[in-house]
């Protein structure tokens, strides 16, 4: 589903990404950890498109994706979350949906129906939000919602996309334990359905979630494989695990 | 929703019957006066579309006002007087500037989109200056009103009148139907968040280019009103003063609303008609009034009428 080569990409000395070769299979749910500042984002920004990397390669579904501007991406169903929360203030929850709806549903040069009474942009998006449990909260103003729903309306947006592949960068970050756990009870039904690159502080989430875990240190992986073997290795301990949990 | 029916009904009701109560009044000094309203409004409500609505802060908007009349002006210059010739081309040469102008600034954005914005209206401005063949400095004679193979006369005050209220009706109902559109819900999502709006797949460039191009040309329309309504075509149209009335306009009236537009430019018109009245010096007062307004409603007079 997705391979990446011998990422590379420096700001100044510091090299972000040096060398990744990561790869996500078809289904599965690929988890992504590091202490701060080890590259994550920067990781998550090059799959997405925000930024280029300096050099390697990127192939999504057999394509090659690196040249591809992020709304290209998104087109081709490589569906994003935002670490800090990245929605429509101004629009109501089900809006914020049925604009993701909309993106997906070919080009938008339509001119003159009323986009917010159209019920095939509507019904898509309130299942949508059923789905992540916020259903009730649909005409809320996304100003007016909580940090909760904002992530779970992140990822109601990801999903509205059609996605082929989801990249959650910390869905959980800044959730309440109980919220956390709802939120991981939710990703669980995800997985098998939608290949998953998930970015995450959460080490409870990423062992229950994850089918494997790479881990990032300094730009480079230092390991990559199942949770249990990911967990035992001696240099993961070291480097992160020893100090962080 | 009845508030609105309610509101555009007055609305209407008032702007309809100005012509025969001012006749009545032995006052014709108005309709001119509200007819130079409405086609204020109808720039106005173009530059909301893209102020407003899609966030792009355009200080040349007056660019558009201008070439829709020169190309009245220059038409008519040249003998070809029929309106059903000289206002397809006002509207086409203004939607092609602004293709020209749009394409090359909403590349940037911030502060650069405004200077350039203002750099090429100011162009058009100079431009109109150095063209003595049509009046340069001075400006331009238009000899004789646009004809409409007598189906319309706009020598006929009250006819021109209601002409122009058709259009600024048409205008904003046409305008408010592409921002509730597919179409308009992208360019106020690109507006309230890029970064989202890349994310789930919009390229926010086509979009705004396009809202650029369809404000652009209505304006130009608005150029073709004013050059029949002055009879005279000077290149101050194209002013960063008059781009700033503008957005004066849209803002205190109420930017990203239906009727703001045009309320901000009435009353921007009958404050400066009302202090005229009173002394020379009117800009020294409705400076200070203008920010006063700003300040106490935030969401513009169209605020304070939810329309």
């Keep these: ?245 | 929703m009845t508030g609105r029916a309610i509101f555009w009904a007055v609305v209407i009701i008032i702007l309809a019957t100005l012509p025969p109560i001012a006749s009545a009044l032995g006052q014709p000094f108005y309709i001119d006066l509200v007819r130079r309203m409405m086609i204020l409004a109808i720039a106005a409500t173009s530059l909301d579309l893209i102020l407003g609505y899609g966030g792009m802060v355009s200080f040349g908007h007056a660019a558009y006002l201008a070439l829709g009349a020169y190309s009245v002006g220059i038409l008519a210059f040249y003998g070809v007087t029929s309106g059903w010739a000289q206002w397809p081309a006002a509207i086409g040469a203004s939607a092609l500037a602004a293709l020209a102008i749009g394409a090359v600034s909403i590349r940037t954005s911030g502060i650069y989109f405004i200077m350039i914005t203002l750099a090429f209206a100011q162009m058009l401005y100079y431009l109109g200056i150095s063209l003595e063949v049509f009046g340069g400095d001075d400006g331009m004679r238009l000899k004789s009103r646009s004809l409409f193979s007598g189906l319309i006369d706009l020598g006929n005050a009250v006819s021109f009148y209601y002409l122009c209220l058709a259009l600024m009706l048409a205008a904003i109902y046409v305008t408010y139907r592409i921002v509730n559109s597919r179409f308009g819900m992208v360019i106020r999502a690109a507006k309230s968040n890029e970064a989202r709006s890349r994310a789930i797949g919009f390229s926010p460039y086509r979009y705004r280019l396009t809202a650029f191009v369809i404000a652009g040309g209505m304006c130009g329309l608005a150029g073709a009103l004013n050059a029949n309504h002055t009879n005279y075509i000077t290149p101050g149209l194209a002013s960063w003063v008059q781009s700033g009335d503008l957005m004066f306009m849209v803002i205190l009236g109420g930017m990203a609303s239906t009727a703001g537009p045009m309320l901000g430019a009435f009353a921007l018109l009958i404050a400066e008609e009302i202090l005229k009245g009173w002394t020379e010096h009117w800009q020294v007062i409705l400076g200070p009034l203008l920010v006063l307004s700003v300040i106490f409603f935030k969401r513009g007079l169209a605020g304070i009428f939810r329309a």
């Design chain 1, 1 to 245: 589903m997705l391979e990446v080569r011998g990422l590379t990409k420096s700001y100044g000395a510091l090299r972000a990404s040096d060398g990744i070769d990561f790869d996500v299979r078809e289904g599965e749910t690929h988890a992504v950890i590091g202490p701060n500042g080890a590259g994550k984002t920067t990781f998550i920004g090059q799959l997405a498109g925000e930024l280029t990397p300096d050099a390697g390669s990127i192939v999504f579904a057999g394509e090659d994706v690196t040249a591809l501007s992020a709304p290209r991406r998104a087109r081709k169903g490589l569906a994003r979350s935002f670490q800090i929360t990245s929605i429509y203030p101004e629009f109501t929850a089900l809006e914020n949906v049925a604009l993701a709806v909309q993106a997906q549903a070919g080009h938008s040069f339509r001119f003159w129906r009323a986009a917010r009474r159209d019920p095939a942009l509507r019904e898509p998006a309130r299942r949508l939000l059923d789905e992540v449990g916020i259903g009730g909260r649909a005409d809320v103003l996304a100003a007016n919602m909580s940090h909760g729903e904002h992530r779970q309306l992140e990822v109601a947006m990801a999903l509205a996309l059609r996605p082929r592949l989801l990249l959650l960068d910390e869905p959980m970050a800044g959730m309440g334990a109980e919220e956390s756990q709802r939120m991981i009870g939710f990703l669980g039904t995800l997985k098998g359905r939608y290949s998953i690159v998930l970015v995450e502080h959460d080490m409870d989430a990423v062992f229950r979630l994850a089918d494997r875990i790479s881990v990032l240190v300094y730009g480079r992986v230092i390991a990559t494989g199942a949770p249990a073997a990911v967990r035992a290795n001696p240099e993961v301990r070291a480097a992160y695990l020893g100090e962080d949990a």
